[in-house]
Nanobody
């Protein structure tokens, strides 16, 4: 069983920045396809960013130019750097891991087996 834990959420004013971190048991982050998703109140979960085993990445159109996904393989940590935050970015943010051997940029939640409990990000106007 792989445990995934997010951290770094909080309350920030519009235009501000936050960096989310994701840790997972073993060397999961460094050797897996990883993703960030978010879910706002009364909305469906949506894709935010993904990073493949080989470090290919993609971002949702709504966050392109503002958010960056990266990983520190030595520390086995995944990051989501969020700049120029907007009130519509308010959501619970989830980190997810796909341990398949193929290097893929996964944008569908169904492709991820392991999920964290989420961290709340609130952006005030």
């Amino acid at each position: 069983q792989v445990q995934v834990v997010e951290s770094g959420g909080g309350l920030v004013q519009a235009g501000g920045s936050l960096r989310l971190s994701c840790a997972a048991s073993g060397s999961t982050v460094s050797r897996s396809n990883m993703g960030w998703f978010r879910q706002a109140p009364e909305k469906e979960r949506e894709f935010v960013a993904a990073l493949s085993r080989n470090d290919d990445s993609t971002m949702a159109d709504s966050v392109k130019g503002r958010f960056t996904i990266s990983r520190d393989k030595a520390k086995n940590l995944l990051y989501l750097q969020m700049n120029n935050l907007k009130p519509e970015d308010t959501a619970v943010y989830y980190c997810a891991a796909d341990l398949s051997l193929q290097s893929r940029v996964r944008v569908r939640g169904i492709d991820y087996l392991y999920w964290g409990q989420g961290t709340q990000v609130t952006v005030s106007s």
